[in-house]
């Protein structure tokens, strides 16, 4: 079965600061993997996905991802943060040789600070 | 223009209640999604359809039953409401029935049985 953690349930950041969020997934064959956003009062946006070909993906808004299968890992970064960005991020894993349906993980609350 | 729509946005009622939620995606997708966020903000699928056709229906009581009229409509009508149908539901619709193509979120319908 799929499944994705995300160990941190909040992080508190700084305008101007780095972020990585972290993201580890379950799959038992190539994973598809993504990254949402939901702001207060919204659906979820599409920030990136990796199929294959470059571990690292570039998304929207400036963040980027890596693809680690050796620590099952896509975490998601971005240089600077902007006060815009708090939000709550999902990472979400599925793919072809399983359900198509993606599995969500519980979400990282982003909390930033001016 | 909304791609995906979601009426009402907000939906009080009480136990015993039957209660309809509406969604419409003006995307020309094939597919649709019921997705339910509970107070913890893990996200799970409930139903899909593929051009009408239900595809997938996980584990969810016999209360709740999608109904997708044309392949740009997917209402979720709730029998006998109860305490723990308090949620975020949220509608999405993809291109096709593949991983490989981004879904899209609806704004949501906060539904607070008392």
């Known amino acids: 079965a799929q499944s994705v953690t995300q160990p941190d349930i909040h992080i508190t950041v700084s305008e101007g600061a780095s972020l990585e969020l972290r993201c580890n997934y379950s799959?038992?064959?190539?994973?598809?993997l993504f990254w949402y956003v939901q702001s207060p009062g919204q659906g979820l946006q599409l920030l990136l996905k990796?199929?294959?070909?470059?571990?690292l993906v570039q998304g929207i808004k400036g963040f980027e991802a890596e693809f680690k299968r050796s620590q099952s890992s896509f975490n998601l970064r971005k240089p600077s943060v902007h006060w815009s960005d708090a939000a709550e991020y999902f990472c979400?894993?599925?793919?072809?040789?399983?359900?198509?349906?993606?599995?969500f993980g519980r979400g990282t609350s982003l909390i930033v600070h001016p | 223009d909304t791609a995906v729509s979601q009426t009402p946005k907000y939906l009080v009622t009480q136990m015993g209640n039957d209660k309809s939620i509406k969604c419409e995606q003006n995307?020309?997708?094939?597919?649709m999604y019921w997705y339910k966020q509970d107070s913890k903000k893990f996200l799970k699928i409930m139903f899909s359809?593929?051009?009408?056709?239900?595809?997938i229906n996980e584990t969810v009581p016999n209360r709740f039953s999608p109904k997708s009229p044309d392949k740009a409509h997917l209402n979720l009508h709730i029998n006998s409401l109860e305490l723990g149908d308090s949620a975020v539901y949220f509608c999405?619709?993809?291109?096709?029935?593949?991983?490989?193509?981004?879904?899209?979120f609806g704004q949501g319908t906060r539904l607070t049985v008392v």
């Open positions: 990796y199929f294959s070909g470059d571990t």
């Open positions: 979400a894993v599925g793919g072809a040789g399983g359900s198509y349906i993606p599995t």
């Open positions: 995307l020309g997708h094939d597919t």
């Open positions: 999405a619709s993809s291109p096709v029935q593949d991983l490989s193509t981004e879904a899209f």
């Open positions: 359809y593929n051009n009408k056709e239900l595809i």
């Open positions: 799959y038992g064959a190539t994973p598809y």
